[in-house]
């Protein structure tokens, strides 16, 4: 059973680098896409980007210029910083596994808990 | 980027109830959608793939249908349990774009 556990810090100034870590237990790292989505409070789902084990990554581009992701393939773990934060950044930050669906797509099947991130002076 | 929209944004109902719920998107995308459950405090849960395929693990009761731009989840017989928030989400393209969201509450 495939697990992700996410930590990071959870308090930021304004101007500050979120950086949060992922990492997968229980299955393997290749073959999938690793992804950051988020959740400002009490609003809707945003994609921010992902990652394959080969570092292949695919950025939202309201987000790109800030944002960078990484992969540790040797403790499989993957990585999101983003920088420059303000306070419209405040949100419950997931990672998530995407694994294809034969052809048909891929999907976010395995999420982490979430990580709540406030950035406030 | 392709614009995901839901009808309703939210819904009352009762424990045995049908639920539908819509899902648009702004072109065509194929089957490649996705249908997630959030409950409060938690992270989404995928429910259904590709337009119609059931994850593993998730009850019969839940079933996804469309193709090109017009999609809906269905709850054919509502239990406790169901009571969240439902999100689709296009696979087609990228940015991965995600609807604003149905909340299905307590009638």
């Known amino acids: 059973q495939v697990q992700l556990q996410q930590w990071g810090a959870g308090l930021l100034k304004p101007s500050e680098t979120l950086s949060l870590t992922c990492a997968v237990y229980?299955?393997?790292?290749?073959?999938?896409?690793w992804s950051w989505i988020r959740q400002p409070p009490g609003k809707g789902l945003e994609w921010i980007g992902e990652?394959?084990?080969?570092?292949?990554?695919n950025y939202n581009p309201s987000l790109k210029s800030r944002v960078t992701i990484s992969v540790d393939t040797s403790k499989n773990q993957f990585s999101l910083k983003l920088s420059s934060v303000t306070a419209a950044d405040t949100a419950v930050y997931y990672c998530a596994r995407v694994a294809e669906a034969a052809a048909a797509g891929w999907y976010m099947d395995v999420w982490g808990k979430g990580t709540t991130v406030t950035v406030s002076s | 980027d392709i614009q995901m929209t839901q009808s309703p944004s939210s819904v009352s109902a009762s424990v045995g109830d049908r639920v539908t719920i819509t899902c648009r998107a702004s072109q065509g995308i194929s089957s490649w959608l996705a249908w997630y459950q959030q409950k409060p405090g938690k992270a989404p849960k995928l429910l259904i793939y590709a337009a119609s395929s059931l994850q593993s693990g998730v009850p019969s009761r839940f079933s996804g249908s469309g193709s090109g731009t017009d999609f809906t989840l269905t709850i054919s017989s509502l239990q406790p349990e169901d009571f969240a928030t439902y999100y689709c989400?296009?696979?087609?393209?990228?940015?991965?774009?995600f609807g604003p969201g149905t909340k299905v509450d307590i009638k």
């Open positions: 990652i394959n084990h080969s570092g292949s990554t």
């Open positions: 229980g299955g393997s790292f290749s073959g999938y896409y």
């Open positions: 989400q296009q696979a087609n393209s990228f940015p991965r774009t």
